[in-house]
Each structure stands twice: as C-alpha cells, then as structure tokens.
C-alpha cells in the first residue's frame, strides 16, 4: 500500500559549546577506563549521532531516475528489478537527504524491496540517546595530541635543570642536540607514519606509537649521561612524529561530516593543552630542581592509556572498506554513528569506490600528475605556516614581553599559551560556519597585519615611546591570528582533501614538510636575526603571510559540510 510522508521540522542545532562539553566528558569518561558500554547522545538536536537516520525493515534499493546509460545520477547502476515506471516514480535520493545535513529536512523516499515491493522510507523521530559513540574516541586521539605539545614543550623550563644533572651547564652544543633530536626523530617518524597506518591499520598504529612514547620518556626521566638523554629524545621525537600524521587522519575518517571540522580543529587545540600542560609541570622547578626527571616520566602515563584505549576503539571503517573487510567496517560505523546510518554510509563509501579497485598508492605515486597539485598544496600550507614566523614569535616572545615590563619569563610563556588555547577554542567553533578556507584567508591576514605591527614597533621612531607595549600587542594578535586558522586548519583540511588511496601517506608527506622547515628555521633563525635584523625578519614574515593568502585564495577548496567521499569525487572529476 503506498502512503503519503509528510515532512518534518528540525530543531537548529545546538552551537559548538555543546560538542566541546559532551567532548570533554567523554575524553574524561574514556581516561577512567569507563568508555566501555557508555552512549553519548544530544537529545532532541541533529548532533553527533542524531543524523535523523532512514529505517528500513528490509533489504531495500533506491528507485533513481537512470540516465541513458543506465546508471544513476551519482554512478550507481541500478538493479534489475527496477522498472521504468517504478523509476519514473520514485524520488531522487541525495547525500543530503542520506545524511541529514544541516538544510535537510525528513522526508519519505519511494524504495524497493529486495522481493520487487514498492515501500516507503520512513524516518525514525529520534528517542533519546543516540546508539553512536564518536566523542570518546575522538578523545582517545587527542591523547596523543596532548603527548604531541607536551613533549614539544617540556624540554623548556626543565633544559637548565637537566644540564646540570648531566654536566653539560657550559656545553651549549649538546643542549642543543638535546632540544633538536626530538624534531629530527619527529621527521622520521612523521613518514613512518602513513606507511604503518595503511598496513596495519589507525587504531594498531596508535598502539605501536605508544611503545617509543612510553620507551622514550623513561629513559629521559631516568638519564644518568647525555648519551641516554639524546636517545630517550629521538624516541620521543619518532613517536610525536607518527602522531602527528595520525592523529588528524583517524579524527577526520571517524567524524560525523557536520562536525568533523570541530573535532578535528579539537587536535590543535589539544597540542596547545600539551604545551600549556608541561609549563604548568615545570612550576615546581623553583623549589626542586630534580623535579624535571618527574616531568619527562609523568608522560609515560598516557603513552599507556593511549595504547589501551585504542585496544577498545572502532578501526577506522574507510580503512576498513578499504581492506575489503566489509563486516568488520560496517560493525565499526554501527559504533561511531548508530546503527541507523550503517546502510547509508556503506552505501557511500562504495559510491566513492566505484571504478577505482587500485591498490593503496606508493609514495612515488604521490609526485604523479594524477596527485601532485592537491598533494603540493598539504605541503605548501606547512610551508606557509613554518614560514610565517610562528616559530620565531614564541621564540622571541620573552624578550618582548620583558620590553614592556613583564619580567616573569612564565607569565610571558602562559600569555601566549594562553591565547594559543583561546584562539583555537574560538576556530574549532567556527570552522563548520565559515569554513576552512576562508578561516586560513583571515589567519594569514591578521598574521600579516600583526608581523608589521612588530616590525614597525622596533623601527619607528615616533613609536618608540609605545614600542613595548605594540610588541606585546602585535605578538597576542599574532598568536591569536595564527590558532584561528593557519594552525588548526592545515592538519584538519589534509586528509578531507587526499583521496583515500593516498590519504595516510600524503598527509605523512606533508607532515615530514612540516617537520624539516621547523628543523631548518631553528637552525639558521638566530644566524638570519643577527645578519638583517629582528625587524627585517618579522617584516619578511609579514611578506610570506600576504603571499600565503594570494596562494589559499586560488588553490584551496573548501570542504565544510561535504563527506570525505563527497570531496574524494569533486576532487577527481576536476583533475
């Protein structure tokens, strides 16, 4: 019998404060081990999880109107059993109306059974808690995010402590081994990473991280000579590195599309947690200066709840379909989204694989004309993004702050963490509005803006009077600028724009990018500063900055509120 559907309305989803708070609960739930069996849902709102999903009480095909070549609009060759009239009838069925995106609204669709009956899809008005799980594992990842910034940063305050110990005070040398070889294992590690995610999987990779996390920082916490300290380092440095491929490579496949700009600016947000996490670790220093062996070894805690949370998280299903474990994918969507959206998300990823049964891609494949434009445009963002002088701002920004007044080396460091962490938690609400794209556009304009502001503050005569307190305000705006864009969107956007066949290893790509400029700029910095200048420096960054938003403007798509598959199909039909 057929019946008429009438649409339904939808509340307005609620604004991002939501997602963060259910966030962080999960990531705390997860922390004490109680993930297992918990459900995290929005009642009443189209949230993670609620994606006003179709219910079908049997196997079913979507009547499409065929083209001339009998396939679909989208590719899909329709099955047999399909008449003409029954085609004629039936409603066109798009990813929108699939996944419930934000302008869609419930409506009935005209399908076909499996036994030839004509049946109506009705939408199911959600019941409470929805039966998908993202957040804790999402909160997992960021685990390693928070290693990321912590063992970026902890090496700061506890530097003088441990040279002491280890009797290097007057050997600048192997200080500076022992800051750098954390960046050169991060480098390796970085193109080891998507070579390990796509054999062994995201969720494995993680756990296999987790061994030189864990190694490495107890052979820093328990160094008796350099030789021990620098190798506890590179350890360190291998498995901050993988993380960083990975972390945003398994946040991007497992979130819902309406969010995942949200969740995956959260990893950005979590490196600056790290960072403000080891300054606050260094404050015992004062009192105990042992205490920077308790810092590196403190560490090793969430190196093993990394390990073992990953042991009860979902795979990655795109990796999953990938592999042709069809079973094993379809268990882990029922997990992350709900059962309800199991179909409909299969039903998407094999769309996107249709025609291209091609083994998982090289890295020599990476430089082919089929993949080099998008590929060079992941490492041209790091590139910009090293290039802009964020390195040289945090670098130079005690000395800025002590110009103005503010004598506390901490107090500088926390100010500016501070405003990393703001600036982020501010992107991460922002980036399923406006965009990613257009977030990197005002990043690197206020970046711009903020490089001259500190260029003419050293120069200027007439500013000479103000110049403390401009440096200070041109390196809050500066660091306010870049965690709006230039520093979460990068990481986010890289695997939204690789197809999948070439996602992992094209973001470790552009990671080892990221890893050598950061190594190379903090090498030469200071030799570049003395020969032209601190203000000739910062207004050369400036220069890189309006360079970098001429580049975003002409070759960088936008990708808000389109499904990985989505942006993997648009993307190919234009190379």
Not at 23 to 43: D, E, H, R, Y
Not at 49 to 73: L, Q
């Given at each position: 019998?057929?019946?008429?559907?009438?649409?339904?309305?939808?509340?307005?989803?609620?604004?991002?404060?939501?997602?963060?708070?259910?966030?962080?609960?999960?990531?705390?739930?997860?922390?004490?081990?109680?993930?297992?069996?918990?459900?995290?849902?929005?009642?009443?709102?189209?949230?993670?999880?609620?994606?006003?999903?179709?219910?079908?009480?049997?196997?079913?095909?979507?009547?499409?109107?065929?083209?001339?070549?009998?396939?679909?609009?989208?590719?899909?060759?329709?099955?047999?059993?399909?008449?003409?009239?029954?085609?004629?009838?039936?409603?066109?069925?798009?990813?929108?109306?699939?996944?419930?995106?934000?302008?869609?609204?419930?409506?009935?669709?005209?399908?076909?059974?499996?036994?030839?009956?004509?049946?109506?899809?009705?939408?199911?008005?959600?019941?409470?808690?929805?039966?998908?799980?993202?957040?804790?594992?999402?909160?997992?990842?960021?685990?390693?995010?928070?290693?990321?910034?912590?063992?970026?940063?902890?090496?700061?305050?506890?530097?003088?402590?441990?040279?002491?110990?280890?009797?290097?005070?007057?050997?600048?040398?192997?200080?500076?081994?022992?800051?750098?070889?954390?960046?050169?294992?991060?480098?390796?590690?970085?193109?080891?990473?998507?070579?390990?995610?796509?054999?062994?999987?995201?969720?494995?990779?993680?756990?296999?991280?987790?061994?030189?996390?864990?190694?490495?920082?107890?052979?820093?916490?328990?160094?008796?000579?350099?030789?021990?300290?620098?190798?506890?380092?590179?350890?360190?440095?291998?498995?901050?590195?993988?993380?960083?491929?990975?972390?945003?490579?398994?946040?991007?496949?497992?979130?819902?599309?309406?969010?995942?700009?949200?969740?995956?600016?959260?990893?950005?947000?979590?490196?600056?947690?790290?960072?403000?996490?080891?300054?606050?670790?260094?404050?015992?220093?004062?009192?105990?200066?042992?205490?920077?062996?308790?810092?590196?070894?403190?560490?090793?805690?969430?190196?093993?709840?990394?390990?073992?949370?990953?042991?009860?998280?979902?795979?990655?299903?795109?990796?999953?379909?990938?592999?042709?474990?069809?079973?094993?994918?379809?268990?882990?969507?029922?997990?992350?989204?709900?059962?309800?959206?199991?179909?409909?998300?299969?039903?998407?990823?094999?769309?996107?694989?249709?025609?291209?049964?091609?083994?998982?891609?090289?890295?020599?494949?990476?430089?082919?004309?089929?993949?080099?434009?998008?590929?060079?445009?992941?490492?041209?963002?790091?590139?910009?993004?090293?290039?802009?002088?964020?390195?040289?701002?945090?670098?130079?920004?005690?000395?800025?702050?002590?110009?103005?007044?503010?004598?506390?080396?901490?107090?500088?460091?926390?100010?500016?963490?501070?405003?990393?962490?703001?600036?982020?938690?501010?992107?991460?609400?922002?980036?399923?509005?406006?965009?990613?794209?257009?977030?990197?556009?005002?990043?690197?304009?206020?970046?711009?803006?903020?490089?001259?502001?500190?260029?003419?503050?050293?120069?200027?005569?007439?500013?000479?009077?103000?110049?403390?307190?401009?440096?200070?305000?041109?390196?809050v705006l500066y660091v306010l600028s870049f965690s709006l864009g230039a520093g979460p969107v990068p990481a986010l956007l890289l695997p939204e724009i690789f197809a999948s066949r070439i996602r992992a290893k094209a973001v470790s790509l552009s990671l080892g990018t990221h890893w050598i400029t950061n190594f190379v700029i903090g090498l030469y910095f200071l030799s570049v500063v003395n020969k032209f200048g601190i203000s000739s420096v910062y207004l050369g960054f400036s220069a890189v900055c309006v360079l970098a938003v001429?580049?975003?403007?002409?070759?960088?798509?936008?990708?808000?509120?389109?499904?990985?598959?989505?942006?993997?199909?648009?993307?190919?039909?234009?190379?």
């Amino acid at each position: 019998m057929m019946m008429d559907v009438r649409k339904t309305s939808q509340k307005r989803p609620h604004p991002f404060s939501t997602y963060l708070s259910d966030f962080l609960i999960g990531s705390m739930q997860t922390l004490t081990f109680a993930v297992k069996g918990a459900t995290f849902g929005i009642q009443n709102q189209r949230g993670v999880g609620d994606f006003r999903n179709w219910s079908v009480v049997r196997p079913i095909r979507v009547c499409m109107n065929k083209n001339d070549n009998g396939t679909n609009p989208s590719g899909l060759r329709l099955g047999k059993r399909v008449t003409r009239d029954t085609e004629m009838n039936c409603a066109r069925v798009g990813f929108s109306a699939i996944f419930g995106s934000s302008s869609a609204k419930a409506r009935s669709v005209r399908v076909q059974a499996s036994d030839g009956d004509i049946e109506e899809v009705v939408p199911i008005v959600p019941q409470g808690k929805s039966s998908g799980t993202v957040l804790p594992f999402v909160g997992v990842a960021c685990l390693g995010a928070i290693l990321f910034g912590y063992h970026l940063g902890v090496v700061n305050g506890a530097l003088e402590y441990l040279a002491k110990d280890l009797g290097i005070i007057e050997n600048t040398v192997l200080q500076g081994w022992i800051v750098s070889t954390l960046l050169a294992g991060a480098t390796v590690g970085s193109f080891t990473g998507g070579t390990l995610a796509d054999k062994f999987g995201r969720t494995r990779t993680f756990q296999l991280d987790a061994i030189p996390l864990a190694i490495g920082a107890f052979l820093c916490a328990t160094a008796q000579n350099v030789q021990t300290m620098i190798i506890g380092r590179l350890l360190t440095g291998l498995g901050i590195g993988v993380t960083s491929a990975i972390v945003p490579l398994y946040i991007s496949e497992i979130s819902p599309t309406e969010i995942r700009g949200a969740l995956g600016s959260v990893n950005q947000l979590f490196i600056c947690i790290g960072i403000l996490l080891a300054l606050v670790t260094g404050l015992p220093l004062a009192g105990n200066p042992a205490w920077w062996r308790s810092m590196f070894g403190i560490s090793v805690v969430p190196s093993i709840v990394l390990a073992l949370g990953m042991a009860i998280s979902p795979e990655s299903p795109r990796w999953l379909f990938q592999q042709g474990k069809i079973a094993e994918a379809e268990k882990a969507v029922k997990t992350l989204y709900g059962k309800e959206r199991v179909t409909a998300v299969m039903r998407d990823l094999t769309t996107s694989s249709q025609g291209s049964s091609e083994p998982e891609a090289g890295w020599l494949d990476l430089f082919s004309s089929r993949y080099w434009k998008v590929v060079s445009v992941g490492a041209a963002l790091f590139l910009f993004q090293q290039f802009a002088g964020i390195n040289a701002v945090v670098y130079y920004s005690t000395a800025v702050f002590r110009s103005a007044g503010i004598a506390s080396d901490v107090a500088a460091s926390a100010l500016v963490g501070a405003s990393n962490v703001f600036g982020t938690a501010i992107a991460s609400s922002l980036m399923d509005k406006q965009g990613r794209k257009s977030l990197l556009i005002t990043s690197f304009s206020g970046m711009a803006a903020s490089m001259l502001l500190l260029s003419l503050s050293f120069t200027w005569k007439v500013l000479a009077p103000y110049s403390g307190t401009l440096a200070v305000l041109g390196t809050v705006l500066y660091v306010l600028s870049f965690s709006l864009g230039a520093g979460p969107v990068p990481a986010l956007l890289l695997p939204e724009i690789f197809a999948s066949r070439i996602r992992a290893k094209a973001v470790s790509l552009s990671l080892g990018t990221h890893w050598i400029t950061n190594f190379v700029i903090g090498l030469y910095f200071l030799s570049v500063v003395n020969k032209f200048g601190i203000s000739s420096v910062y207004l050369g960054f400036s220069a890189v900055c309006v360079l970098a938003v001429l580049y975003i403007a002409g070759n960088v798509v936008e990708t808000k509120g389109r499904s990985l598959e989505e942006i993997e199909l648009a993307l190919s039909s234009t190379a």
